[in-house]
């Protein structure tokens, strides 16, 4: 069982060298330039890497990004009985000897998105034994939607300790398919319960389903396999199940939150950049917001070239897709602490997001709270201090203000930063930054193997 070996920035240092407790050190004010290139999705690589599930055959995913989430998903698919091998940019998944349907706490904990298995993994095996994701960070992270999808789908799912146990009772242990009504548009729920459908005997409609581009990347994956979906993308998506699905070769779509992450490092350092591969229509709140605040962006057909000087405030709401993504909030406010003016933002998804305000602040951006509101007055310029990232988003964020602020910006919590952005110091860097990645003051420098 081939697992797949993901190398991340501190592993391509000599190879006797252990980083304990890696930091960025940020030597902010220098304006970019160049191109900034887009990786592969990362969360349309996981999900679509759960699909693997649903055959016997093998599915060739290309433009995987190299990161540590990726990894983790392949140990979950490995711990499954599947085989997982990276060749380049290429995943190759085959779920053919698939022998367990019992998923390992510590894999689901350490990865909420391998809690998405449980719908592929019922379809495939009559039952599935999985923990639940748990919380984070930003919030509590509930699965109430994904639980009560799979018992329209004829499931009997009890939750004991800690896991949710699901099982198909009857001849067969197939699913039948079935009407869901979504209380919200979870985007994980809309992907479990699509994979869980795609098998199911008869027609599933799921309403006030997610619209996320992520959601449209895996209907893309199952009708390359042999599935029947139609409506992905709108609030209706229509799923027939059919008796087996066969392997695919497929492209993950460009990762949108790591180009908004890459145009808004470009709008923080008054640089003129581009960014590659984009599709506008996966970003157009945030090109709204962007150009609302005084940006000039051009598309060329594949990239985006963002020019930016004097920037304004402008006011954010997050919402489910085509609304403000909750994923750049926090990269987009280290934007609005340099833009001239007071913006109001708003977090509306998750209910613990604005942890990276007080980082912010540590770096003299001036934001005052209310509630799940931040009011950021922007300042001339942000000082270097030692901030840490408190989740993936947050790291981002810090990351972006470090390269606008003057002297020195440390960031810890890179844990976080390398589950969602492949080398982004270096991609960085080839664009004119100067981030060094180091070990905590402190922390053993290096340990020998
Ligand atoms: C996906 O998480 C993404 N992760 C998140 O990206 C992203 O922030 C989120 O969608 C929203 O866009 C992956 O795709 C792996 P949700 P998911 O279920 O599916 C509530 C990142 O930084 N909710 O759409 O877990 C929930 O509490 C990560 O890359 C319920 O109330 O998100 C939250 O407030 C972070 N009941 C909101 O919906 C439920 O049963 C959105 O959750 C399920 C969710």
């Not at 993901?6 to 252990?18: A, Y």
């Not at 980083?19 to 679509?48: D, F």
């Not at 309403?207 to 390359?224: C, H, K, W």
């Not at 960085?428 to 402190?442: S, T």
Request: charged share 20%; net charge negative.
């Amino acid at each position: 069982m081939g697992l797949i070996a993901v190398p991340s920035p501190t592993q391509t240092s000599t190879p006797f060298q252990t980083t304990a407790n890696p930091q960025l050190e940020i030597r902010g004010g220098r304006r970019l330039s160049g191109e900034l290139e887009v990786s592969g999705a990362k969360n349309s690589a996981l999900v679509l890497m759960a699909a693997c599930l649903l055959t016997r055959d093998t599915i060739r995913l290309r433009n995987v990004p190299p990161l540590t989430d990726i990894a983790a998903m392949g140990e979950m698919l490995g711990s499954l009985g599947g085989r997982v091998v990276r060749h380049g940019d290429a995943l190759e998944l085959n779920g053919d000897a698939i022998n367990n349907s019992t998923a390992p706490y510590e894999l689901v904990n350490s990865l909420r998105a391998s809690f998405f298995c449980i719908g592929p993994l019922l379809a495939r095996m009559g039952m599935a034994k999985v923990p639940l994701p748990g919380g984070c960070q930003i919030g509590t992270r509930p699965v109430v939607e994904h639980v009560k999808g799979l018992k329209a789908l004829g499931a009997q799912v009890t939750i004991e300790h800690g896991v949710v146990t699901a099982v198909v009772p009857g001849r067969g242990h197939r699913l039948t398919g079935g009407r869901i009504h979504m209380d919200c548009p979870s985007v994980g729920a809309t992907e479990t319960l699509m994979m869980a459908a795609a098998l199911a005997d008869g027609e599933t409609v799921i309403d006030n389903a997610a619209l996320e581009p992520e959601v449209v990347d895996l209907a893309g994956l199952l009708i390359a396999m042999g599935a029947k979906v139609r409506g992905a993308g709108t609030p209706t998506i229509t799923i027939v199940g059919v008796d087996r699905l066969h392997g695919a070769d497929y492209a993950v779509i460009p990762d949108r939150i790591e180009a908004g992450t890459f145009l808004l490092a470009a709008a923080i350092t008054r640089s003129h950049l581009r960014v590659a591969p984009v599709i506008p229509e996966h970003l157009g709140a945030v090109l709204t917001k962007l150009e609302e605040a005084g940006c000039t962006l051009e598309h060329d057909g594949i990239g985006l070239t963002l020019k930016a000087d004097h920037l304004n405030a402008v006011d954010l709401r997050t919402q489910p897709f085509p609304g403000f993504p909750t994923d750049l909030q926090a990269p987009f406010m280290s934007l609005l602490a340099t833009a001239k003016g007071t913006s109001v933002i708003t977090e509306n998804i998750f209910e613990n997001r604005l942890q990276h305000v007080a980082e912010l602040q540590r770096m003299g951006a001036a934001i005052r709270m209310q509630g799940n509101t931040a009011f950021v007055e922007g300042v001339s310029r942000l000082s270097g201090a030692p901030v840490q990232g408190t989740d993936l988003r947050a790291s981002a964020a810090m990351v972006l203000a470090g390269l606008a602020a003057e002297g020195i910006t440390t960031v810890r919590g890179l844990e976080f930063l390398d589950r969602g952005y492949a080398n982004l110091e270096g991609k960085l860097n080839a664009a004119g930054a100067c981030i060094e990645r180091v070990n905590a003051p402190g922390s053993s420098a290096s340990i020998a193997a």
